[in-house]
């Protein structure tokens, strides 16, 4: 969090709560009044879809015409997978910052546990986002070869990591 102050963020009115090592959130720690400001993250400290576009990577899908089933989050997914990569990078506070483990999230959900979902609506969007993702990997590995030595896991990791704050 250090970080993110010494790049100008201001969060003093919440706090980050770790409930377990993969979920965490944010709370108030008074009440917060309605259209208060209650915390600002500056354009420095955030990795934007321009960024991701203009990466090695993502210039290649931009320039290609490939059409993906979830191109924001895939453009900085993409951005991230190549930062990681980096011996150095700004992001690296960020990227310490995020949780080790995302399977917590449906789509990593082993078939015990996705057995649990039978009967269910859910169980049909999860195989359908399954391979949604599958399908915008194959594609950006066909535009982006070099895309090829992440692996499927790491590109879904990365695209969760992405998911709220590209929508």
Not at 19 to 37: C, D, L, M
Not at 52 to 68: D, M, T
Not at 136 to 159: G, H, K, N, S, W
């Amino acid at each position: 969090m250090l970080w993110l102050r010494d790049n100008g963020a201001i969060f003093d009115k919440v706090d980050l709560v770790h409930h377990t090592a993969s979920h965490r959130g944010i709370v108030a720690k008074t009440p917060i009044k309605k259209e208060e400001v209650f915390m600002f993250i500056p354009i420095q400290a955030i990795i934007m879809l321009g960024m991701a576009k203009e990466a090695p990577i993502g210039a290649r899908i931009a320039s290609s015409g490939v059409q993906l089933k979830s191109p924001k989050h895939s453009y900085l997914a993409t951005f991230i997978l190549q930062e990681l990569g980096k011996e150095k990078t700004k992001w690296q506070p960020y990227f310490d910052m995020l949780p080790q483990s995302v399977d917590n999230f449906p789509i990593f959900f082993i078939k015990k546990e996705l057995s649990l979902l039978e009967g269910t609506f859910f169980l049909e969007q999860v195989e359908i986002k399954k391979q949604q993702l599958r399908e915008d990997y194959a594609a950006i590995a066909m535009v982006a070869p070099e895309f090829a030595r992440y692996t499927f896991r790491q590109f879904a990791y990365c695209l969760l990591y992405t998911s709220d704050a590209a929508d």
